[in-house]
């Protein structure tokens, strides 16, 4: 049975209501299941005419489990919104998906939008390889093709120093860099958090926007260590999993049960 064929339950809710066109410019993806391209547009009369055409569809509830049906092609939108924070949707045959989990039914015509986007002033294209899509980090519980693979060469000890896992607490993993060089070492607030499914390394993308790393850098002299916090929030609720932290290059490995 199609999503289209399911009694629902009418919605009164507006998908774009807080989308603040005046203030940012918007993003309209397509992923066919192989390449995703971004399309990031600042004409500011289209981008309130497809938030004017979402805003006026006619919602109906949906479950979460309806995902397992997700396919391609299927498509993104994302825009700041008025209170602040980042509005993320993705989009398959009538099915919507919200950034805080949410899934809605309602037939738009997102193929007709991202192809006039291709032609507008200004508007900037980029591509990727896997399912770049808003709400990814929803979407690759169903399918790890919106999942990147981590890249590069991560080390547990490099040029003497090297990175541990401590603790996980309260959604905080706790980490001790050590310095066995004959110099200080330089390292920041930032981090990436991977999971290793099936053998290989993803890399996690957040299911919050309205986060930031502190851009100070700090000096761990030589012989010294130091423990450093690394909050998770915006990552939600970790489920039971292998996962590591990245940090310059060095990687520390902790299970969440």
């Not at 980042?86 to 009538?94: C, K, R, T």
């Not at 399918?143 to 120093?161: Q, S």
């Not at 930032?190 to 290793?196: K, P, W």
Request: a negative charge; proline letters at 2%; one cysteine or more.
């Amino acid at each position: 049975m199609s999503v289209k064929d399911i009694e629902r339950e009418p919605k009164e809710h507006k998908l774009m209501e807080l989308a603040s066109p005046g203030t940012s410019a918007m993003s309209i993806y397509r992923y066919d299941g192989q390449n995703c391209i971004k399309r990031l547009v600042f004409d500011k009369d289209w981008e309130q005419e497809l938030i004017d055409e979402v805003n006026s569809i006619e919602l109906k509830t949906a479950d979460e489990t309806e995902l397992y049906g997700w396919g391609e092609p299927c498509y993104g939108i994302a825009i700041g919104g008025t209170d602040g924070m980042e509005i993320w949707l993705a989009y398959h045959e009538g099915l919507w998906l919200e950034k805080g989990g949410a899934v809605y039914y309602g037939m738009c015509d997102l193929e007709k939008n991202f192809d006039k986007a291709a032609n507008l002033k200004d508007t900037k294209e980029t591509s990727f390889d896997w399912g770049a899509l808003p709400n990814n980090a929803i979407l690759k519980k169903y399918d790890l093709k919106y999942c990147r693979k981590a890249t590069g060469d991560v080390y547990h000890e490099n040029a003497g120093i090297s990175l541990d896992f401590v603790s996980f607490k309260d959604n905080v993993v706790t980490l001790e860099y050590h310095n066995n060089s004959d110099k200080s070492f330089e390292y920041g607030a930032g981090f990436e958090l991977q999971e290793r499914i099936n053998g290989e390394w993803y890399v996690i993308s957040p299911i919050l926007s309205n986060y930031g790393f502190n851009a100070l850098a700090y000096l761990l002299p030589s012989g010294k260590e130091v423990q450093v916090a690394c909050y998770l929030e915006m990552y939600g609720e970790l489920g039971k999993g292998h996962y590591r932290i990245v940090k310059e290059e060095l990687g520390a490995e902790f299970d969440v049960e």
